[in-house]
């Protein structure tokens, strides 16, 4: 009997360690997710059968169907209605579809319905690498999360897509263009969502009221409904330029032309021009700025101040859009000084919101503007700031300076409780590593007792 239980003790660790590091090494596998062409639909920014709209959105982008909105959209589009390529472009969805339906999972979520921004099976809380992530029940954009990285990003919902109001999607080197959204239900966006990617679902797509959107609504065999919301059709890749490249329109007042190319830091544009073409790019930028930092005392008004400047060098901006989160409404107070309604190059525009805060808050601005010519670019960017309320006085804000990001933290003075965000807690795999140290240890011990 003896001999038994110091097998079975000098087994158990042992069994222990391997199921762990073979568990651990399960996670690694990776299927490297590829962006499916779109063919005819990429220049849809809606498509559907029925496209419903009863307020003052704007779309820039094409937009399809065959029942049209009460109230057209705003913003440019060439194609409007059935006419061509509306049926080859609902084809070429389905082929798109297809292609993201057959692409291997990368990481499942466990439990079924999944918040995108708590989630920590699949890695850093709210921050997303390329890959295929599946969902076998409804999947939720809870707040803010982060597409980190160059490639191809697919998120396949096993019921409904759908995000809570003021989340936001944000982009940390990778493109909107490699960004795709399915899903086995209908999708809803709730209000004032930051969105961004192609979504492409049959269901339905039912995006609320002051949604920003850089991608594609396409559900060919169903309804597309949209609410006082801002939907611009990324810029993607450029076909090769024929041999004999053809002559573009020169608008009356042409500017000075510089080639396309995307900014640093959190500036970026989109550019909507013909293939092959010189086009002037566009660029935006906006700072964040709380007031107060931090409510140390508990909740309390908090007032936030922006500042949107043109840092392009060519031509003014035109529709110029800043959204926030989780303050709304937002109201413009000054700058623009001779009355354009156009954000020109030296004009700084400033707006402010305010709001009441009870926990700590993170908040993301948006500015979006588009260049004052025929092509109509848009250029995009994000300030991000955060306050803590109840516990001290760190505050965190991103904002573009002269296309880079700044970051400035003050962190409070308090005890060290081992618990995130500080970074010298105790690794997992290092914790694993002195668990298993100490069972072994008492399992010695044990075995030195059972022979004496």
């Known amino acids: 009997m003896k001999k038994l239980n110091i097998v079975s003790i000098l087994i158990a660790p042992a069994a222990l360690f391997v199921s762990v590091i073979l568990s651990f090494g399960g996670l690694n596998t990776v299927f490297a997710a590829t962006t499916p062409t779109l063919g005819t639909a990429s220049p849809y920014s809606v498509l559907g059968s029925t496209y419903t709209n009863t307020s003052a959105t704007t779309v820039n982008g094409e937009v399809g169907f065959t029942t049209g909105p009460a109230v057209?959209?705003?913003?440019?589009?060439v194609n409007y209605g059935a006419v061509p390529p509306y049926s080859t472009a609902g084809a070429d969805q389905g082929v798109a579809l297809s292609a993201l339906a057959s692409q291997g999972c990368s990481y499942t979520f466990l439990g079924g319905a999944v918040d995108l921004s708590t989630d920590t099976g699949h890695g850093p809380i709210g921050v997303y690498t390329p890959g295929v992530y599946c969902s076998t029940g409804a999947m939720d954009v809870g707040g803010a999360i982060s597409l980190n990285g160059s490639g191809t990003y697919i998120f396949r919902s096993g019921g409904a897509l759908t995000s809570t109001t003021g989340s936001i999607v944000t982009l940390s080197g990778a493109s909107e263009c490699d960004v795709f959204w399915t899903a086995a239900a209908a999708t809803s966006l709730a209000?004032?969502?930051t969105f961004v990617g192609t979504v492409i679902d049959d269901a339905g797509i039912t995006v609320g009221a002051v949604v920003t959107w850089v991608g594609r609504a396409l559900?060919?065999?169903?309804t597309v409904t949209t609410d006082t919301d801002t939907i611009s059709v990324p810029s993607c890749a450029t076909p090769p330029v024929p041999s004999v490249p053809p002559v573009p329109p020169v608008p009356p007042t042409a500017p000075a032309a510089v080639s396309v190319s995307f900014g640093n830091g959190e500036g970026t544009n989109n550019s909507r021009g013909n293939s092959g073409y010189t086009h002037v790019t566009p660029f935006i930028s906006i700072t964040n700025v709380p007031s107060p930092s931090s409510l140390p005392r508990g909740p309390g008004s908090v007032t936030y101040d922006y500042s949107v400047a043109n840092t392009g060098t060519v031509q003014a901006l035109t529709?110029?859009?800043v959204t926030d989160n989780m303050c709304n409404p937002i109201v413009f107070v000054s700058g623009d000084l001779n009355g354009n309604n156009k954000l020109d190059l030296t004009e700084v525009w400033k707006y402010k919101c305010t709001t009441t805060l009870s926990d700590t808050t993170t908040n993301t601005a948006m500015a979006v503007g588009y260049s004052d010519d025929s092509y109509r670019q848009s250029a995009v960017a994000t300030a991000v700031s955060n306050v803590v309320v109840g516990v001290g006085s760190l505050v965190q804000s991103t904002s573009p300076v002269n296309n880079t990001t700044k970051t400035i933290t003050i962190v409070p003075t308090l005890p060290d409780t081992g618990f995130p965000p500080y970074e010298n807690n105790l690794p997992w795999n290092a914790?694993?590593?002195?668990?298993?140290?100490?069972?072994?240890?008492a399992n010695v011990f044990l075995f030195k007792k059972i022979r004496a």
């Open 72 to 77: 057209n959209p705003a913003g440019t589009h």
């Open 191 to 193: 209000n004032n969502t």
């Open 219 to 222: 559900a060919f065999n169903g």
């Open 319 to 321: 529709g110029v859009v």
């Open 431 to 441: 914790a694993i590593l002195i668990g298993i140290l100490a069972l072994i240890s």
